[in-house]
T-cell receptor
């Protein structure tokens, strides 16, 4: 079955330290991969997407994600966390040939001053 | 330009009642999606429209849920005989649909449905 797993429900970091949010997907078909962010009381916003042009994808606000086919992973990183990064992050998969969009359960990022 | 809009922003209803939730996509976007997001969970796919037709309705939980998009723009999600378990935020998204699965979806703010 097609699925996406976010390995941490909560991640807490200090401001200025690196962020790592982990995501794995099932490997039935070649997927399209996205990361979305949801700030409190705001709509979902696209951070970045994997289009197969490059395995390292750069997004907005300094976020990056690396597609690793051998590990079926698409982890999200940022070198230095900012207070404004505190939000819920969703890893999203769309499998080639379809449009059914599968969201992970989400990872809530807390940033401590 | 205007983003995806959803009305109402909040809807409170009683168990057994019928509700309609409306989505106005970004102008020119041919693809439209509905999702349901329960508290503490990620959005759950319900249905996908390409133009006027429902290309994939595999996520609709049962026959109480129905969605239409008669003119290929505005969509309405209809829920009959609402149950308390239907309480959630219902999200709508639209995309340009360039024919690839890497199409970016733009989300509306959602409708919070509460069934008492």
């Amino acid at each position: 079955a097609q699925s996406v797993t976010q390995l941490d429900s909560h991640v807490s970091v200090s401001e200025g330290t690196p962020v790592l949010l982990r995501c794995n997907y099932s490997s039935s078909y070649s997927p399209s991969l996205f990361w979305y962010v949801q700030h409190p009381n705001k709509g979902l916003q696209l951070l970045l997407k994997y289009t197969s042009a490059a395995t390292l994808v750069k997004g907005i606000n300094g976020f990056e994600a690396e597609f690793k086919k051998s590990e079926t992973s698409f982890h999200l990183t940022k070198p230095s966390a900012h207070m404004s990064d505190a939000a819920e992050y969703f890893c999203v998969v769309v499998y080639t040939g379809g449009f059914k969009t599968i969201f992970g359960a989400g990872t809530r990022l807390f940033v401590k001053a | 330009g205007a983003g995806v809009s959803q009305t109402p922003s909040n809807k409170v209803t009683e168990k057994g009642k019928y509700v309609e939730l409306r989505c106005d996509p970004i102008s020119g976007h041919t693809a439209l999606y509905w999702y349901r997001q329960s508290l503490g969970q990620g959005p759950e796919f319900l249905i996908y429209f390409q133009g006027t037709g429902a290309a994939d309705d595999s996520g609709l939980p049962n026959d109480r849920f129905f969605a239409v998009r008669p003119e290929g723009s505005v969509s309405t999600l209809k829920i009959q005989r609402t149950e308390r378990g239907d309480s959630a935020v219902y999200l709508c998204a639209s995309s340009l649909n360039d024919g690839t699965s890497t199409d970016t979806q733009y989300f509306g703010p959602g409708t919070r449905l509460t069934v008492l």
